[in-house]
């Protein structure tokens, strides 16, 4: 055997070795799995590879460390499971990983070819079952289909608009032996056309639509920090002067420290962006999907402006809004060609006007309340982005504390936040960071959950105790599960129905699993502690108690006009104690 684990060329091998060996041909290095009766072939042959296993908790875990690896680096995700239990564990991982758009390849163990279809033990359609939630997915029952199929499977999770690919082997074609035959050649395959490029005339229109707008803005989606556009994003802005606002996923496309900068658009986005897209006459939507929590109700939302969707995937064109201009291909390229049609422009009046309407929002303003010994979770997220010079790779989970975190930590570089922003999936935080961890060895990352979706994937404290890493965790514990909270307090009449939670000692349970557990419950000990925990070796955890009955400002309500938001109810007291 060779240094990097491949038999020789010509000599047989089992099923088993040829999937570890595809996925060294990949560059892979690390997956994170569980195993099980019908992936123990290759669970038993991944000892000759120079692979690193993570042994997660539940099968869950490891889809989303195999997400939170893929959206830290750019590289495709690998995780691993066995058939039935193990496979159907994924499925929300992969879910997670559709939605957003995030390269991942799973590979599944199947019972043994025969059985399929026999109700066998630990037998499920995998296949069907995820067949909605995958970019594409595969049986293989043929051990000389193996190599070419897991080839296949990372160029379709990676190329074009990426995905999760599942590839569900069977047991026997585990076992079975074969010479591989490994291609060199380009992956094609009959229909399947990733790639597009945006004609000549169509920029030219652009161009043209770009000049004559008075009040345009930019909208920076997760596309931009897929294609890694963000330098030609901001190029193309200091060009032209023209506003940005973002996604929850497109944080960070675009730095929000930058005077062009508006924030987050949406459902909790800032008042001013929702009001000014409402006012503009054009968006150039970059790399988004014009997703329901952007838009809020679609027949009166950014009626004035023309619009032109810069997007990769051309089903995702008219799907939601209808636009004037198309233009297909990935956002960097086209970018790129765009940048030198254009000239510069003075959008002097209309970020005058934009910049009139922020008054009008600073009541959200929080963190500027006077100390009263209360701690809020914005509080938390100031501090950290201070704290941290909004350096660390922060990956949140899905609630008030996930809004919050946008809100308040300002992510000036791409690839610095990692969230589940399609399926909103509670729970992904830890084991997200946990891969995250394995594709960012030097960086700084922090886990911000709530007291709930920490609960759902608790036990990978576990897997990050028995890999010895080291990651901040920050628990927002406002004793609820409190977006539904939010929701009950304003839309039922304040019913808290299955909202309160009682949870464990956080504290407890982090020393219990061999970390560092420290708790906040006044404003002033956040400082003293983040310190601490970023100078503490090993994985950190803190309880924060924060006040329980806030909620997140502004908010559009679900199916509600853009431009017709919640705003918080009584003015704060604005101090000048911070920054
Ligand atoms: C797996 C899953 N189940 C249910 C939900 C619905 N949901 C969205 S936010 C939320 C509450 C989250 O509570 P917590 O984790 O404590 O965070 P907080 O909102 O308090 O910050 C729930 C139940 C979800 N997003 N994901």
């Given at each position: ?6 038999v020789?060329?010509?000599a ?8 570890w060996?595809?996925l ?9 799995g569980y195993?099980?009766g019908?992936?123990?072939p290759a669970y ?5 590879y120079p692979i690193?296993h ?6 869950q ?5 195999a997400?939170g690896?893929?959206r830290?680096s750019?590289?495709v995700g690998v995780?691993?499971?066995?058939s ?7 499925v929300?991982?992969i879910a ?6 995030v ?5 599944t163990?199947q019972?043994n070819?025969?059985l ?7 037998e499920?359609?995998?296949?069907g079952?995820t067949?909605p939630?995958t970019?594409h ?6 051990v000389?289909?193996i190599?070419?199929t ?7 999770a990676?190329?074009?608009?990426p995905g999760?690919?599942l590839?569900d ?17 380009p ?9 597009h490029?945006t004609?000549v005339?169509?920029?030219e229109?652009a161009a ?8 345009p ?5 997760h596309?931009i920090?897929?294609a890694e556009?963000t330098r030609?994003l901001l190029?193309?802005?200091e060009?032209?002067?023209?506003p ?5 996923l497109?944080?960070?496309g675009f730095p929000?420290?930058?005077p062009?900068?508006?924030?987050m658009?949406g459902m909790?986005?800032?008042a001013w962006?929702?009001q000014a897209i409402?006012?503009a006459?054009l968006?150039?939507?970059l790399?988004?999907?014009f997703d329901?929590r952007?838009?809020?109700n679609?027949k009166n939302?950014?009626?004035h ?12 064109i008219?799907?939601n809004?209808r636009?004037?201009l198309r233009?297909v291909g990935d956002?960097?390229?086209t970018?790129?060609?765009?940048l030198p049609?254009?000239?510069s422009r ?8 934009i910049?009139?309407m922020?008054g ?15 701690l809020?979770?914005?509080?938390v997220?100031h501090?950290?982005w201070r704290i ?5 790779i ?5 609630g008030q504390?996930q809004?919050w975190e946008?809100?308040y930590?300002k992510?000036?570089?791409?690839r610095?936040?990692i ?10 935080a ?5 891969g995250?961890?394995f594709a960012?060895?030097?960086?700084e ?12 994937t608790a ?6 105790a028995?890999?010895?890493i080291k990651i901040?965790?920050a ?7 409190g ?13 808290y129905?299955?909202?309160p939670?009682r949870?464990p ?6 020393e219990a699993h061999g970390?560092?557990?420290?708790r906040v419950?006044k404003?002033?000990e956040?400082?003293e ?5 970023r100078?503490t070796?090993?994985?950190v ?7 329980q009955e806030?909620?997140v400002?502004p908010?559009v ?11 918080r109810?009584s ?5 000048a104690?911070?920054?």
């Amino acid at each position: 055997m060779s240094a990097d684990g491949r038999v020789g060329a010509d000599a047989r091998r089992t099923g088993a070795q040829i999937i570890w060996e595809a996925l060294i041909r990949e560059e892979v290095k690390v997956v994170f799995g569980y195993p099980g009766g019908a992936i123990m072939p290759a669970y038993d042959s991944i000892l000759q590879y120079p692979i690193h296993h993570v042994l997660v908790r539940h099968e869950q875990g490891a889809a989303h460390m195999a997400d939170g690896y893929a959206r830290a680096s750019g590289e495709v995700g690998v995780a691993i499971a066995t058939s039935g239990p193990g496979a159907t564990n994924l499925v929300t991982g992969i879910a997670t990983a559709m939605l957003d758009s995030v390269p991942m390849v799973c590979i599944t163990g199947q019972v043994n070819s025969k059985l399929i279809g026999s109700d066998a033990f630990q037998e499920t359609d995998i296949t069907g079952v995820t067949l909605p939630i995958t970019k594409h997915n595969y049986v293989v029952s043929d051990v000389n289909k193996i190599a070419s199929t897991i080839r296949e499977a990372f160029y379709i999770a990676r190329s074009g608009r990426p995905g999760p690919v599942l590839v569900d082997i069977t047991k026997d074609a585990q076992q079975a032996t074969t010479v591989p035959v490994w291609s060199d050649e380009p992956v094609r395959l009959p229909g399947y056309r990733p790639d597009h490029r945006t004609s000549v005339e169509d920029l030219e229109r652009a161009a043209e639509m770009i000049a004559s707008a008075k009040r345009p803005i930019i909208f920076a989606g997760h596309g931009i920090v897929r294609a890694e556009a963000t330098r030609l994003l901001l190029e193309f802005v200091e060009k032209t002067g023209i506003p940005v606002a973002t996604t929850l996923l497109g944080l960070g496309g675009f730095p929000a420290t930058h005077p062009a900068s508006l924030g987050m658009m949406g459902m909790h986005g800032e008042a001013w962006v929702n009001q000014a897209i409402q006012e503009a006459d054009l968006l150039l939507a970059l790399g988004m999907r014009f997703d329901d929590r952007v838009t809020g109700n679609l027949k009166n939302y950014a009626v004035h402006a023309k619009k032109i969707h810069f997007e990769l995937d051309p089903a995702e064109i008219n799907k939601n809004v209808r636009v004037d201009l198309r233009l297909v291909g990935d956002v960097k390229d086209t970018l790129r060609a765009l940048l030198p049609k254009l000239s510069s422009r003075n959008c002097k009046p209309w970020m005058e006007r934009i910049n009139s309407m922020k008054g009008d929002s600073a009541v959200r303003d929080i963190q500027k309340m006077p100390h009263d010994g209360r701690l809020f979770a914005a509080h938390v997220m100031h501090d950290l982005w201070r704290i941290t010079e909004g350096k660390a790779i922060v990956v949140t989970d899905v609630g008030q504390h996930q809004m919050w975190e946008a809100q308040y930590y300002k992510h000036d570089h791409p690839r610095k936040l990692i969230t589940s922003g399609g399926l909103g999936t509670m729970g992904f935080a830890l084991p997200a960071a946990i891969g995250a961890r394995f594709a960012k060895k030097e960086e700084e990352i922090w886990v911000i959950a709530g007291d709930g979706g920490f609960q759902m994937t608790a036990c990978e404290l576990s897997t990050a105790a028995q890999e010895g890493i080291k990651i901040n965790i920050a628990i927002i514990n406002n004793g609820y599960l409190g977006m539904v909270r939010q929701w009950q307090e304003f839309f039922y009449d304040g019913r808290y129905s299955a909202t309160p939670l009682r949870s464990p000692d956080f504290v407890k349970l982090a020393e219990a699993h061999g970390h560092t557990g420290l708790r906040v419950t006044k404003r002033e000990e956040v400082e003293e502690t983040v310190a601490r925990a970023r100078s503490t070796p090993g994985t950190v955890l803190i309880d924060f108690r924060v006040e329980q009955e806030d909620s997140v400002y502004p908010m559009v309500a679900a199916g509600a006009d853009l431009h017709d938001m919640i705003r918080r109810p009584s003015p704060i007291v604005e101090t000048a104690d911070d920054e």
